[in-house]
């Protein structure tokens, strides 16, 4: 069964910018890796890593060669799906490799990592925030899960299928979380929806299956559910997720950087 090293929203630039004017994401990246690579002993066996989105914050290729450049320190396979702020053909032309895309329209795809069917969906709407499941995509998705002969399954989106509350996310959300339902839930084996784009950790179910967000490695959005809530991001708390699909396998979510410790009970 398939551990897979799950981070989200990386928003790499081209040199000399930085997201927002402010972030120097780039040098986040390479902080976020440094991280990982000292704790990939501690955190045992990885099969592939999984990138729910948003690698590019300006959807230039030179943003998403310094991306890659970083996440190939960690000599792991990777896998990787388009988020809005991506731009889809500099997408395609840096992830190609990585999985079977085609060469127009939505970037879906299937990998298969360590008896684990991974499904990549496209839910980039290029030029707004809010994301999509075409038909195509949703056809693809059908049969991706009907083919999947009993493995285990990870869906792979950038727009995760629901609200957080905090109203300036949920307006750029999943626009059609239902039809995505209607799929997953005619499927009775082991499944997960993995997604980003919220920058932060959130759970539902969905179908009958559990759907999970990884933090960023770059910023984080306050749980805030009040109409007049700020509208920002912050500096952190920043994080990766890891998922297990062994049966009693766990999905984790985990800051990047700990506190203190670990002191004696
Ligand atoms: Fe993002």
Known sequence: MARLLHLSDLHAVATGTRASGVLDTNDL???AIDALSGRLTAIGRIDAVLVTGD????????????????LARLGLPLLAIPGNHDRRS???????????MPDDGPLDWIAEVAGTRIVGLDTLVEGQG???????????????????????????????????????????GL?????????????DGPLWVLAGHVHGVYHCMLGGHPVVTAPSTCSAFVFDQREE??????????????LDTAPGGVWTACPLVMADGPYGF
Not at 61 to 69: G, H, L, V
Not at 92 to 98: E, G, H
Not at 175 to 187: F, S, T, V, Y
Not at 229 to 242: H, I, N, Q, R, S
């Open 29 to 31: 990246l390479r902080e």
């Open 55 to 70: 690698i590019s914050d300006d959807g230039s290729a030179e943003s998403y060669a310094i991306a890659k450049a970083q």
């Open 90 to 100: 500099a997408f395609r032309d840096a992830f190609a490799d990585t999985a079977p």
């Open 130 to 172: 809010g994301g999509l499941l075409r038909a195509r995509t949703l056809d693809f998705l059908a049969e991706a899960l009907d083919r999947s002969q009993g493995k285990p399954v990870v869906v792979a989106l950038h727009h995760p299928p629901l609200r957080t509350g905090i109203r300036f996310m949920d307006a750029i």
């Open 175 to 187: 626009d059609n979380a239902e039809a995505l339902e209607g799929i997953l839930r005619r499927h």
């Open 229 to 242: 809530a700020p509208v920002g991001f912050m500096l952190g708390p920043l994080g990766f997720g890891m």
